[in-house]
């Protein structure tokens, strides 16, 4: 079966600094979500990728998928204490819609 | 985001009592999927329905049931609770069920067994 493996699991950074959150799946990804979540609350989708190479950004986000499709990095430049949260990765194992998740990143933002 | 509305956000109850968790959606949706959230395991998922009164079984199926009679709304009973069903559960609809279409997940219920 398919796993995601998100690095690392937590991180505190101080505010304005940039951070980058892997997540490296077992097999070969046919499409991968990043997702945020705060304390208390539902998942926030942010991107989709399923291209090898593809590249997405949204104000300071930008998620990666490796040309290999196994790996996709996202990257927060100048880090707020609104990006605070937790980050998951989640993928569709066999091109279906069943959603695979990682065990998440922890992010802190320290003013 | 889509309109997934999920209830109750919170509940309590005890061990051998049933329990309907409701979700529901104003998106018109196909898909619906039921999911639970815990330490150590992150979400997985329950059960999905592709249509109406169409479900199958996802990874940690064991001790739930779920029935779909409208697009709308999508029910998830623990038909005799466990302590180990101690859960947040977050449902989750997207328009198909590829992998090309993003699920948009509700707020989430937060359900303790004693």
């Known amino acids: 079966s398919q796993e995601l493996e998100q690095s690392p699991q937590s991180l505190i950074v101080q505010e304005g600094k940039n951070l980058t959150i892997n997540c490296t799946s077992s097999?070969?990804?046919?499409?991968l979500y990043w997702y945020k979540q705060k304390y208390g609350e539902g998942l926030i989708f942010l991107m989709m990728?399923?291209?090898?190479?593809e590249e997405k950004s949204h104000e300071k986000i930008t998620a990666k998928l490796d040309e290999k499709k196994q790996q996709s990095s996202l990257h927060i430049t100048a880090s707020q204490p609104s990006h605070a949260g937790i980050y998951l990765c989640?993928?569709?194992?066999?091109?279906?819609?069943?959603?695979?998740f990682g065990q998440g990143t922890t992010l802190q933002v320290k003013p | 985001d889509a309109g997934i509305t999920q209830s109750p956000r919170h509940k309590v109850t005890e061990t051998g009592t049933p329990v309907t968790l409701r979700c529901h959606q104003t998106?018109?949706?196909?898909?619906m999927y039921w999911y639970r959230q815990d330490p150590g395991h992150g979400l997985r998922l329950i059960h999905y329905?592709?249509?109406?009164?169409?479900?199958d079984k996802g990874e940690v199926s064991d001790g739930y049931s779920v029935s779909r009679s409208k697009t709308e709304d999508f029910l998830l009973t623990l038909e005799s609770a466990t302590s180990s069903q101690t859960s947040v559960y977050f449902c989750?609809?997207?328009?198909?069920?590829?992998?090309?279409?993003?699920?948009?997940f509700g707020d989430g219920t937060r359900l303790s067994i004693l």
């Open positions: 329905s592709y249509g109406v009164k169409d479900t």
């Open positions: 990728l399923q291209k090898g190479g």
């Open positions: 998106e018109n949706h196909r898909y």
């Open positions: 989750a609809s997207s328009i198909r069920g590829m992998s090309n279409q993003p699920q948009h």
């Open positions: 097999k070969t990804l046919y499409g």
């Open positions: 989640g993928a569709a194992p066999g091109n279906t819609g069943k959603l695979i």
